[in-house]
């Protein structure tokens, strides 16, 4: 029997990398996209052939529970994978209820949309290291108590502890990925790592002189998004559901990020970083870095990719399509 998965969040970076992997293992794969004239497909555009994306039977919100029922019912997918959530940091600060809306509430409609319809459906949760925030201790394992620092972190431990309550209380195989900052040329130019990559191939082109940025001195547990789609899928493949950390073990500043970057282009940081106040956090998460010892030992899983080489990718790719766009206007 082929496998049926369903991705929300499918046109985001990891629903492409996760989609990439799903379609390589033989699944069927249905991507939920919430109907607006202004869907961006870029991302998914090289697989999109081979993918349901209807926009009548696929089209779903997680603010409205019905049109979640409604694509289960359509599709009956073997696996959901939510991955779709408000999930920019600084917009949860300007739209904290909308980021608890879609974040926090959107994991229960969609649980509960599961329960009623098929509970034999496996889930998948994307949590995330913000949900650590005021870190209570270092490494973060499984069992690091949460202190989120942002609306963002907030909406995640909900989405997360519903999530247990549902494999708890409805006996669903419902599990959570608790992963690290993962990045990758498909980011959003609106997360730091790809603002840096793409701020340095704009400055090597010429086309800009500086990059301006906010705490430099915040760290990180900075993994490729590639790799960690793969903890997804075998979190799901396992007898027993669980919540595991998914990171690198490995702690990187923001500082050291440009370094690198603009060190692979012959250039210097200092010379082109400028400290701007608005881009600092009311509330900052100073030091996160995880443990993934459960994930290695339970699931198999390792990172392939080093933090030098998830950077000079993202640099390199960044160049590639600067360089590409201006061959395109000449």
Known sequence: ?????????????????????LLDKGYEVIGMVRRSSTTNFERIAHIQDRLVLDPYTASGDLLDEA???????????????????????QTSFNQPVLTGEITALGVTRLLDAIRIVDPGVRFYQASSSEMFGKVQEVPQTERTPFHPRSPYGVAKVYGHWITVNYRESYDLHASSGILFNHESPRRGLEFL?????????????GLETELRLGNLGAERDWGFAGDYVEAMWLMLQQDEPGDYVVATGETHSVRSFCEIAFGHVGLHWEDHVV???????????????????????????????SFPDLVTMMVDADIELLTGRLRGIS
């Open 67 to 89: 049109s979640l029922i409604s694509i289960l019912r359509e599709y009956r997918p073997h696996e959901v994978y939510n991955l779709a959530a408000q999930s920019f940091v």
């Open 193 to 205: 790592p790809r603002k840096v990559s793409h701020g340095v191939a704009k400055i090597k082109l």
């Open 1 to 21: 029997m082929t496998q049926r998965a369903l991705i929300t969040g499918i046109t985001g970076q990891d629903g492409s990398y996760l989609a990439e992997l």
């Open 275 to 305: 400290i701007d106040q608005k881009f600092m956090r009311p509330a900052e998460v100073d030091l996160l870095i995880g443990d993934p010892t459960l994930a290695e030992k339970a699931l198999g899983w390792h990172r392939r990719t």
